[in-house]
């Protein structure tokens, strides 16, 4: 199992002044961030695109591009990119820039985008919110497999023999989707035979099962290898040397960010006691020591088959002081731990 990082660039904000913390300060601590989760051995890091004030990233190919210059091992993605609101073509060109200037290390990870910033921003109407990905999606995967190409659409002009370049290193991009828990997405994802990260953001990760066992069917229905069958989960995670304290420091950041995206969906306050559930054995947070962490990565692992597990470790923006301690004791211990245990069980 690949284990790693997925962030989205979460600016910090002054809990008395409101003040937001400057997009371009963020940005240097997010490119040291990552050259440390290379140098500790992680395996992946995924950054999400954004475009309001309180996330300091809206394109994740430039930070990527960035870190592909101080860093020699990770695998450097998205997590996510809003393809409902880009250009397929535009998309595949830079992430391919990236997998060249990272020696073959770039993915794509595809979404429809929780937050809808981009739509209006890029000239796309909401009411085709489903129909733009599914076209979109059709489309990167075949940029990704054709060369020259030849296709047509509804929601831009058709290519006839185009070629696209660059290409990557090894002529393809790991595409990556990842879904919430949409049943249609699910089984979109099977039947073209794609990776999927299931984002467990809320109450119990078991609830998730029948999406896992819809999307295996759906996938091994349609007649994919599963020698390449992959499935990922991207949890909410932060990690300290002591579990009481990291989960006392960490409560106000991550209630507060919580709140702010609340305000704008309907949610009731967050409440202690929803985030001391969550960091139960059956709930979706990872919040804790390294024992703890080591303990419910695999109990998910054992439950969901996964290939990969994502620690989305940055919301509400924690200390740059306190991510780098996460990032250490993920790389240094969590992980070393975790590989061992799983090669037991091989």
Do not use: C
């Not at 990552?34 to 395996?43: F, H, P, T």
């Not at 591009?65 to 595949?92: C, M, Y």
């Not at 804790?288 to 990969?308: C, S, V």
């Amino acid at each position: 199992m690949e284990l790693g990082i997925g962030m989205f660039g979460d600016s910090r904000i002054d809990p008395v002044t409101g003040q937001i913390q400057a997009a371009q300060d963020r940005m240097r601590e997010i490119i040291e961030e990552i050259k440390l989760m290379d140098q500790v051995g992680l395996d992946f890091f995924g950054i999400g695109e954004h475009h309001r004030q309180d996330y300091a990233v809206a394109s994740p190919e430039i930070v990527l591009a960035a870190a592909s210059t101080v860093t020699k091992h990770i695998k450097l993605g998205s997590a996510v990119s809003v393809l409902s609101s880009a250009d397929p073509v535009k998309l595949f060109q830079d992430f391919a820039t990236v997998d060249l200037l990272s020696d073959g290390r770039a993915e794509i990870m595809a979404g429809r985008g929780s937050f809808i910033e981009s739509f209006p921003l890029f000239g796309y109407d909401l009411k085709d919110y489903a129909e733009l990905f599914e076209e979109k999606l059709e489309l990167l995967l075949r940029l990704n497999k054709q060369h020259p190409i030849t296709w047509r659409g509804n929601f831009r002009a058709p290519l006839i023999n185009q070629e696209i370049y660059p290409r990557p290193k090894k002529g393809a991009l790991p595409i990556w989707v990842a879904v919430g828990g949409t049943t249609s997405s699910v089984i979109r994802a099977g039947k073209l035979g794609l990776p999927v990260m299931f984002a467990i953001i809320g109450g119990m990760y078991e609830s998730f099962d029948h999406l896992f066992e819809m999307y295996r069917q759906a996938y091994e229905d349609n007649g994919h290898d599963m020698a390449k069958f992959q499935v990922g989960v991207h949890m909410h995670a932060f990690f300290g040397d002591d579990s009481a304290k990291i989960a006392d420091y960490y409560y106000p950041v991550y209630s507060a960010q919580m709140d702010r995206i609340g305000a704008s969906r309907g949610w009731p306050p967050y409440q202690r006691t929803q985030y001391d559930f969550g960091r139960s054995s059956r709930g979706h947070l990872i919040v804790g020591d390294a024992a703890y962490a080591i303990d419910k990565i695999l109990q998910i692992q054992e439950k969901f088959g996964l290939t990969r597990f994502s620690a989305h470790m940055d919301v509400g923006a924690p200390s740059h002081k306190e991510m780098l301690r996460s990032i250490e004791i993920y790389g240094d211990k969590i992980a070393p731990a975790v590989r061992k245990a799983l090669q037991k069980d091989n």
